[in-house]
């Protein structure tokens, strides 16, 4: 069966006409629709909110919020319910992944800001929730809100994880990016490739814990 990493790869190509083994690329491309969902649910599944936060982050007040943010927010901006809603969406990640990562160990985030532009931030750390506060804080700064947010399980090579993420974002995408911020891309297909990504490195792992099992 092809792996979910390998159809997300190959999403943005064709097949080369004049030599079936390889493929042209042919710009941005969606998410492929037959992807295993089943196994990303199982291994990234995407948490429902709290109970406590469901009524606060509502996609109504998600909305609104992004119409206000677009906009442009009155200074100071720290003021605004549009850039402390990020706080909250922090606290729910935390309370999801409370625990630190050490040593290569760590998670996959992705997080959606919005501003007079809209981009989705993709990354690893060893402390979701101390590096969630530093993006919020900074993008607060110049009047970008968090709308957005997922951690991923902890990985045992978060770095080479988030490679993997950041190289099919780049082929999905084929637009703006600096970094690892990506303009205009929706929230949806950069939350799809980070799990897809995390996906990977989980049962990487699972491979090389078998391969070293004694007979």
């Known amino acids: 069966m ?3 990493w390998k ?15 390889r493929y042209r690329y042919r710009g941005r491309a969606d998410v492929p629709p037959d992807l295993d969902w089943a196994s990303l649910d199982r ?4 948490a429902p909110l709290p109970d406590s936060y469901r009524s606060l982050l509502t996609p109504e007040v998600i909305n609104e919020r992004r ?48 501003g007079p532009h809209q981009y989705v931030l993709l990354g690893h750390t060893r402390n979701v929730s ?4 530093c993006h919020i804080l900074d993008a607060g700064r110049h009047g970008y809100g968090l709308l957005n947010a997922w951690a991923s399980p902890v990985l045992p ?9 950041l190289d099919l974002a780049e082929g999905l995408h084929d637009a703006q990016y600096v970094g690892e911020r990506f303009y ?21 792992a699972v491979s090389e814990a078998a391969a070293v099992e004694p007979a």
């Open 130 to 133: 101390r590096r969630m506060s």
């Open 184 to 204: 205009e891309m929706p929230f949806y297909t950069a939350l799809t490739v980070v799990r897809v990504a995390a996906e990977a490195g989980l049962l990487s």
């Open 67 to 114: 119409a206000e943010l677009k906009c442009g927010l009155p200074l100071p901006f720290h003021d605004h319910l549009a850039i402390r809603l990020g706080q909250l969406l922090r606290d729910v990640v935390h309370a999801q992944c409370p625990e630190p990562a050490s040593g290569t160990a760590g998670r996959l985030y992705v997080l959606e800001f919005q």
């Open 2 to 4: 092809t792996s979910n």
């Open 157 to 165: 090579h978060a770095q080479k994880q988030e490679r993997m993420a």
């Open 7 to 21: 159809r997300m790869f190959l999403a943005p190509y064709d097949p080369d006409p004049h030599s079936p083994d």
């Open 43 to 46: 291994l990234c599944p995407v």
